[in-house]
């Protein structure tokens, strides 16, 4: 061992030695958030739930913490239909109008037309798909970006409820009762649950599964990350992104369906929040806009985050104005920690 | 001496290749672009085991040559044969189906997908069972498996970790990916465009000895370079196109560089 020792084999591609920039600490933690993008919304709410609870003993309180759930369920249900599209670089501002739309279809054409709850469920759902199908259209065919897209049919779909509901709201004792039942409560260990929340939860272990585990969901991280990559590789850009709007169109109906339960009412005028809250979501929970990032667990995570800022700031006797601005901090810190993982090897 | 091509196409090519059957064979391709001719009668054969590399100037048409062979470009006359068989392609995606796979200059790779994400993109494998046929799950565990004992066959040993996003590996190493995937799935040609063009000195030589690999497995390489060194360090053949026409097949053993580059550029003639 007098002399160096032998050289390591050329034959073989050397590339071990190329996985450097993993030696400073901050790097380590960057890749660290970058291979799993759920963890720092997940520490966020962990020191939220935390900080307000030390601040106010009523909200560890478990029915206050039951109110959270279901003040986000309705949220959360859209978030999801949001974290499919901007999982493919794209953008839904037309979110809340949908659910709202659909929402007023199985109201009115239950009460009003007589028609079995089951078939307005239905017809909500075909309500649902066909926005996402237009969205869907415009984007793929029309090849317009999501952004403007969405922007236009947000007017067009609040336009069609208000054209079609008259403006007014359908009581919860109106309806047949198929129609409210996600508002049901149920008791677990003396905490109240709504069926509106656990259709949530379902939800996302669904999709979550399906990103994960079928190719589908491949193919859809695929294309919002280089939809021309995606192309050479054999995907069908265009199949995969119409699945996507048609899936959120789905979601959405569900969601109608949720809100209804939830606010014992189908209302025109509601939602109009939701378009932007749902992308709040997305963007908290560490979704990257530019596609091709992200997961739904991270979402829910972001919408829980924005419930518990709201609830916590509320319970802490703050105007709600200071709620809403705690809401536009978070997601500038969330697309500036974002934007900070994505410089990785770079 | 430079050895000439006939009229018909036939080369009179180098070596002993004239005695086997190519497997892959174009014949009097013709493209033209509006009033733009972009190949002009040009033929060309790839053999059993070897490596051919197209060189020529910008604008010689050996990127319409390329296209034309794996899809992306359909030629107004001329016929491509396969292993002996007339084949017709619409798209890319048919050149793939039957064993031209093509890796890109732009490296068709999804950076935020693993390693073996990228392998098996857009023809993932899924479970055996109900899980796999109804409920359409994949099989991360076998194709995982797969992806490892892919790039170990190609001598790409080191890169072991198939968990790794690809945007964390080096140029060098997607470059082994995009190859590693154009070689993985029983492909009868492949087709590199400008593989070295992007990358330093050493991760060029990992690539062409990557080349060298698939041509000791018995894939034939057709490799599109701008870059004599390389091309004369791993090429059995060279193709030159020359104003949309193949102005001659040489072997790096009987022309030097020099010569090359003359008939590439006009200087000495047929």
């Known amino acids: 061992m007098s002399q160096h020792t032998t050289e390591p084999p050329t034959s073989a591609l050397d590339l071990a030695e190329e996985f450097l920039d993993r030696t400073t600490p901050l790097s380590r933690i960057r890749n660290t958030l970058h291979r799993y993008p759920a963890i720092s919304p997940a520490i966020v709410l962990v020191l939220a739930v935390i900080v307000f609870g030390l601040l106010n003993e009523r909200f560890l309180h478990p029915a206050n913490l039951s109110l959270i759930t279901q003040q986000v369920a309705v949220v959360g249900t859209l978030a999801v239909a949001q974290t499919l599209i901007i999982l493919t670089a794209g953008i839904d501002l037309s979110v809340g109008a949908v659910m709202v739309l659909s929402s007023m279809v199985m109201a009115q054409t239950t009460v009003h037309l007589g028609i079995p709850a089951v078939l307005g469920l239905f017809l909500g759902l075909v309500v649902g798909l066909a926005a996402g199908a237009f969205n869907g259209f415009l984007v793929t065919r029309l090849k317009l970006p999501p952004f403007i897209v969405t922007l236009g049919t947000l007017s067009i779909f609040v336009a069609l409820t208000l054209l079609y509901s008259g403006g007014a709201t359908v009581r919860g004792g109106e309806m047949p009762e198929l129609l409210t039942a996600m508002g049901a409560t149920f008791d677990i260990g003396g905490v109240n649950f709504t069926v509106g929340v656990l259709m949530m939860l379902l939800l996302y272990v669904v999709v979550a599964l399906i990103l994960q585990k079928t190719a589908w969901g491949r193919h859809v991280y695929a294309v919002g990350d280089d939809p021309e990559s995606a192309r050479l590789a054999g995907i069908s850009v265009n199949r995969v992104l119409m699945s996507v709007y048609l899936a959120a169109g789905a979601i959405l109906a569900l969601g109608a369906w949720i809100q209804i339960g939830r606010t014992n009412a189908a209302s025109p005028n509601a939602g109009a929040e939701l378009n932007l809250d749902s992308i709040t979501a997305v963007v908290i929970g560490g979704t990257s806009l530019f596609g091709g990032r992200g997961t739904v667990w991270g979402t829910l995570l972001g919408a829980l985050i924005v419930g518990v800022f709201r609830n916590g700031l509320s319970l802490a006797g703050l105007d709600v104005l200071w709620q809403t601005f705690a809401v536009g901090v978070l997601i500038i810190v969330a697309v500036a920690v974002d934007q900070w993982i994505r410089k990785v090897r770079k | 001496m430079i050895i000439a091509t006939d009229a018909a196409g036939q080369a009179p090519a180098a070596g002993s290749a004239e005695t086997r059957t190519p497997i892959l064979r174009a014949r009097r391709l013709v493209k033209t672009f509006g009033r733009v001719v972009g190949l002009d009668g040009v033929s060309l054969e790839l053999y059993p085991g070897e490596v051919l590399a197209v060189i020529g100037d910008n604008g010689a048409g050996k990127s319409t040559l390329i296209k034309c062979l794996t899809g992306a470009e359909i030629p107004d006359e001329g016929e491509i044969f396969l292993d002996g068989k007339p084949v017709h392609f619409k798209r890319p995606q048919d050149a793939r189906a039957a064993g031209i796979e093509t890796v890109y200059q732009n490296l068709a790779v999804s950076p935020a997908l693993d390693v073996a994400a990228n392998l098996f993109l857009g023809r993932e494998e899924r479970k055996k069972g109900i899980l796999g046929s109804v409920f359409r799950v994949v099989d991360q565990k076998g194709m995982r498996q797969k992806a490892r004992d892919e790039l170990t066959a190609l001598g ?115």
């Open chain 2, 156 to 270: 790409i040993s080191t890169l072991q970790d198939v968990t790794v996003a690809v945007e964390n590996l080096s140029g060098g190493q997607r470059q082994a990916v995009a190859v590693a995937r154009a070689a993985a799935f029983g492909s009868k040609v492949v087709v590199l465009d400008e593989p070295t063009a992007a990358l330093g000195v050493r991760e060029s030589n990992q690539v062409l000895e990557l080349i060298r690999n698939l041509r000791e497995r018995g894939i034939p390489v057709i490799l599109i370079s701008h870059n004599m060194p390389h091309v004369f360090d791993v090429a059995d053949r060279i193709h030159i196109q020359r104003l949309g026409k193949r102005a001659a097949t040489i072997t790096p053993e009987t022309h030097s560089m020099t010569d090359a580059v003359a008939i590439m550029t006009g200087a000495a003639r047929e």
